[in-house]
């Protein structure tokens, strides 16, 4: 879009959308806007400006949709107002009255909230299976009405890596399409296009935001899909607010050196977590013998700061004593921001899985492991482990 020559993608990173940008400013005007005047009447029929209505897209709204399509390799992306928002229009858009779903027993819980009570209300059935599923399995699994395979790999709680090219060619022998919930590679590291899904979904609020400061979701899809979801996306008034979209585009220049720091920091703290005797194991696929190793180095080119860990049985008030103790991990939802965050989680709590057994008795933590020094946040877990045998 903005360099005639093929370079790298992280000079992509610094360079696209350079086409939106106006009277040599380095950076899109954020416009606000919802009239936008057409010269004529004839132009404004015809639409020839491109921009007939903030609603339906500005400069400023154009230039990220581009970023985030070039990131994941899609055909074009669409802007939700936050992630949730994405996977519920992608749900909508997928389905007719009668339609079945597969999705994968680990998505992200509003999701399957979504998939059950939102689409249940429109006779649409949504079934659920083990993450670890064959593509021989999933495949007996696809019904004539089956209109969708919703897939995220890893699993945002339980890190289960999936075979994403086999499931994706095991669907589209029935000629089913494959959508992603790829927030945990950030689409900067997992070539979900490439890999064979129709449809990527992000929480831009996480690594493309990168800074804990906005909601915002992105659909990215293939030229197939793109009348289907961008109808929808429509139909449904989806758009996002221009302050949003710049601080989403702003956050998304930094993204390449911001994965490899929380990439290297990640690595540090988990692999200094599965050492200790508290711990029962860490489920970080980056990390070499973790589950879903193999398949992360055969399909990833890198990893995010989010990653989970299973404590050995330990009471109810030790846990709080661990966690409360912790200074440097924040107690709180999302991800992708600058700082860590702790967050615990339980698999077999009544309706957060339904196709696969939690092998696992103790608590289980969600850490997210932002830009600080590795160091700090290991001394920080360890004092935290102090206190909670004090317990
Ligand atoms: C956070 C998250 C979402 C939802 O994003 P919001 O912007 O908070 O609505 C969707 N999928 C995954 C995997 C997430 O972690």
């Known amino acids: 879009m903005s360099t005639s020559r093929?370079?790298?993608?992280?000079?992509?990173?610094a360079h696209a959308t350079r086409a939106f940008s106006e009277h040599g400013v380095v950076?899109?005007?954020?416009?606000?806007?919802?009239?936008?005047?057409?010269?004529?009447?004839?132009?404004?029929e015809t639409g020839s400006r491109g921009y007939p209505y903030g609603r339906y897209g500005t400069p400023t709204t154009r230039a990220l949709e581009s970023m985030i399509a070039q990131v994941e390799g899609g055909h074009r992306s669409f802007l939700t107002p936050s992630g949730l928002a994405a996977i519920s229009t992608l749900l909508l858009g997928m389905t007719e009255k009668g339609s079945h779903v597969l999705l994968?027993?680990?998505?992200?819980?509003?999701?399957?909230?979504a998939a059950d009570r939102l689409l249940g209300r429109f006779g649409v059935t949504a079934e659920y299976f083990d993450p670890r599923i064959t593509a021989e399995e999933l495949e007996a699994r696809i019904r004539p009405q089956t209109s969708l395979v919703f897939l995220e790999s890893p699993g945002s709680l339980t890190m289960e890596v999936q075979d994403v090219p086999a499931l994706a060619q095991a669907a589209h022998r029935k000629g089913v399409p494959v959508a992603i919930d790829n927030t945990w590679s950030a689409g900067w590291h997992f070539d979900a296009f490439a890999a064979g899904c129709d449809i990527s979904i992000q929480a831009a609020t996480k690594y493309y935001a990168g800074h804990s400061d906005v909601l915002m979701g992105s659909i990215t899809v293939t030229e197939d899909?793109?009348?289907?979801?961008?109808?929808?996306?429509?139909?449904?008034?989806?758009?996002v607010g221009p302050d949003d979209a710049y601080l989403v585009l702003r956050g998304m220049r930094t993204l390449d050196v911001r994965m490899v720091r929380h990439m290297e920091n990640?690595?540090?703290?988990?692999?200094?977590?599965?050492?200790?005797?508290?711990?029962?194991?860490?489920?970080?696929?980056?990390?070499?013998?973790?589950?879903?190793?193999?398949?992360w180095k055969r399909d990833f080119t890198g990893a995010c700061g989010l990653f989970s860990f299973v404590l050995k049985p330990i009471s109810e008030k030790a846990l709080h004593a661990f966690v409360n103790a912790l200074e440097l991990f924040g107690i709180g939802a999302s991800w992708g921001?600058?700082?860590?965050?702790?967050?615990?989680?339980?698999?077999?709590?009544?309706?957060?899985?339904?196709?696969?057994?939690?092998?696992?008795?103790?608590?289980?933590?969600?850490?997210?492991?932002?830009?600080?020094?590795?160091?700090?946040l290991i001394a920080d877990l360890s004092a935290a482990f102090e206190k909670m045998k004090e317990v």
Not at 6 to 13: E, Q, S, V
Not at 27 to 44: C, F, K, Q, R
Not at 225 to 239: A, N, P, S, W, Y
Request: hydrophobic letters at 30%; charged letters at 25%.
């Open 225 to 239: 899909m793109e009348e289907r979801i961008g109808k929808t996306h429509k139909d449904l008034g989806q758009c």
């Open 337 to 376: 921001g600058y700082e860590s965050l702790v967050l615990r989680f339980d698999p077999r709590s009544p309706g957060a899985r339904t196709a696969m057994e939690w092998p696992h008795e103790g608590p289980s933590l969600r850490l997210h492991i932002g830009l600080e020094d590795p160091g700090d």
């Open 6 to 13: 093929n370079h790298d993608r992280r000079t992509m990173l």
């Open 27 to 44: 950076n899109p005007a954020v416009y606000h806007a919802s009239t936008i005047l057409a010269d004529t009447l004839e132009d404004y």
């Open 266 to 295: 990640a690595l540090a703290v988990a692999g200094w977590l599965r050492d200790r005797t508290e711990v029962e194991t860490v489920l970080y696929p980056a990390l070499p013998g973790a589950p879903g190793h193999d398949l």
């Open 104 to 113: 994968s027993d680990s998505v992200y819980g509003p999701t399957r909230r």
